[in-house]
């Protein structure tokens, strides 16, 4: 079957860096990405990545490896408005996107 | 960049009613749309996909006879939930992608969440 795992939950400190890890096993890739997520509103996208390596995107980066069926998400700089939940979404060969549980991540000041 | 809206943002009904919700990809032409549902604390659940001018395909599960899917064009997508009831109370996601270079992207609607008493 197809799955995606990533942390219910993390913990950062304002100002500081969180990666959150995203790990999947699916029919066939076509890119992966991550969405950010506010309680109560639909999803927004952050990053897209296709090839191996690191995506930058301001204070955003993505990585992935697939022959790993790894990928992460690097948050710098971290502010109280980053307090959301991360979703990590692979398109498989049927370009449908499966989707993580999504990673709450709460900032402390 | 491109805009999904979704109508109406929130709707309350009474158990037994229909309800329809609206999405529509404002500025650019949508080959597919998806419609999901979201329940509280957990991540999105894929009901159904559908191409414009044909029948949506809809996951395990998901019962067409009860979340009806009209693509009529590649502007708009309807989700009629017929017969709501309590358990259908749920945040609905819509979602458009047409191409853009080598990949498509999903954008998505700002959601529709559903109340049926």
């Known amino acids: 079957g197809q799955n995606i795992d990533q942390p219910t939950e993390m913990t950062a400190t304002e100002g500081a860096i969180v990666q959150i890890n995203c790990t999947y096993q699916?029919?066939?890739?076509?890119?992966l990405f991550w969405y950010q997520q506010h309680a109560g509103e639909a999803p927004t996208f952050l990053s897209y990545?296709?090839l191996d390596g690191l995506e930058e995107k301001g204070r955003f980066s993505s990585f992935l490896s697939r022959s790993k069926g790894y990928s992460y998400l690097l948050l710098k700089e971290l502010q109280m408005k980053d307090s959301a939940s991360y979703l990590c979404?692979?398109?498989?060969?049927?370009?449908?996107?499966?989707w993580g549980a999504g990673t709450k991540l709460i900032i402390k000041p | 960049g491109a805009v999904v809206s979704q109508h109406p943002s929130w709707v309350i009904c009474k158990s037994g009613t229909s309800v329809k919700i609206e999405c529509r990809s404002l500025?650019?032409?949508?080959?597919?749309m998806f419609w999901y549902r979201q329940f509280p604390k957990q991540s999105l659940m894929l009901m159904a996909t559908?191409?414009?001018?044909?029948?949506?395909?809809?996951e395990q599960g998901v019962e067409k006879d009860k979340f009806l899917i009209n693509h009529a064009s590649l502007t708009l997508s309807t989700l009629t939930v017929t017969s709501a009831h309590p358990e259908d109370s749920s945040f609905y996601i819509c979602?458009?992608?047409?191409?853009?270079?080598?990949?498509?992207?999903?954008?998505f609607g700002p959601g529709t969440r559903l109340t049926v008493l």
């Open positions: 979602s458009a992608s047409g191409t853009s270079g080598d990949w498509n992207e999903q954008f």
């Open positions: 500025d650019f032409q949508a080959t597919t």
């Open positions: 559908s191409n414009e001018g044909s029948k949506a395909t809809y």
């Open positions: 699916t029919s066939g890739f076509n890119g």
């Open positions: 990545n296709v």
């Open positions: 979404a692979v398109m498989d060969s049927n370009y449908q996107l499966i």
